[in-house]
C-alpha cells in the first residue's frame, strides 16, 4: 500500500468518524430543542397555575378576614352577655334592689305617692315571675 492510499483510507475514516459525530450532534440538538419545548411549555402551565393561586390567595385572604370579624363579633357579644350578668348579680340585685325598696318603703312610711313609673316597674317585675 502506498503512502497516498494510507492517507485517503485515514481520511475517509476520520470522514466517517465525522459523519457519525454529526449524527450524534443533531440527534442531541433535536433532543435539546424538545426538551427546550416541553420546559417552555412548563413555564406557560406554572404561569397560569400561579395566576390561579394568586387567585385562591386572595379569596382565601378575604374569608380569613371575614372570619376574623365574625370572630370579632362574637368575642363582642359573650363580652356583652358577660358584663350584663356582671351587672345584674353585682350591682342590681345586691344594690340597686335593695335600695329601691327602702326608697320605696321610705315614701310610703311618710304616705307620699309612689311615681307612676314605679308602679309600673313593680308590675313588670311580676309579671316576669
Same mark, same amino acid.
Given at each position: ?5 494510507? #492517507?485517503? @483510507?485515514? *481520511? ?5 468518524? !465525522?459523519?457519525?459525530?454529526? =449524527?450524534?450532534?443533531?440527534? #442531541?440538538? @433535536?433532543? *435539546? ?5 416541553? !420546559?417552555?411549555?412548563?413555564? =406557560? ?7 390561579? *393561586? ?76
Amino acid at each position: 500500500m502506498s503512502d497516498m492510499d494510507a #492517507i485517503n @483510507e485515514r *481520511l475517509n475514516g476520520t470522514d466517517e468518524r !465525522l459523519n457519525r459525530g454529526e =449524527a450524534k450532534f443533531t440527534e #442531541i440538538a @433535536e433532543a *435539546l430543542s424538545k426538551i427546550t419545548i416541553h !420546559l417552555q411549555s412548563q413555564d =406557560a402551565t406554572l404561569a397560569q397555575v400561579s395566576g390561579k *393561586l394568586d387567585t385562591v390567595v386572595n379569596g382565601t385572604d378575604s374569608i380569613v378576614g371575614m372570619w376574623n370579624g365574625g370572630v370579632k363579633t362574637v368575642r363582642f357579644f359573650c363580652r356583652l352577655a358577660e358584663s350584663w350578668t356582671f351587672l345584674l348579680r353585682k350591682v342590681f340585685i345586691p344594690v340597686v334592689l335593695p335600695l329601691a325598696g327602702i326608697w320605696a318603703l321610705m315614701r310610703i312610711v311618710n304616705h307620699e305617692a309612689l311615681p307612676d313609673w314605679v308602679s309600673a316597674a313593680i308590675k313588670l317585675i311580676m309579671a316576669w315571675l
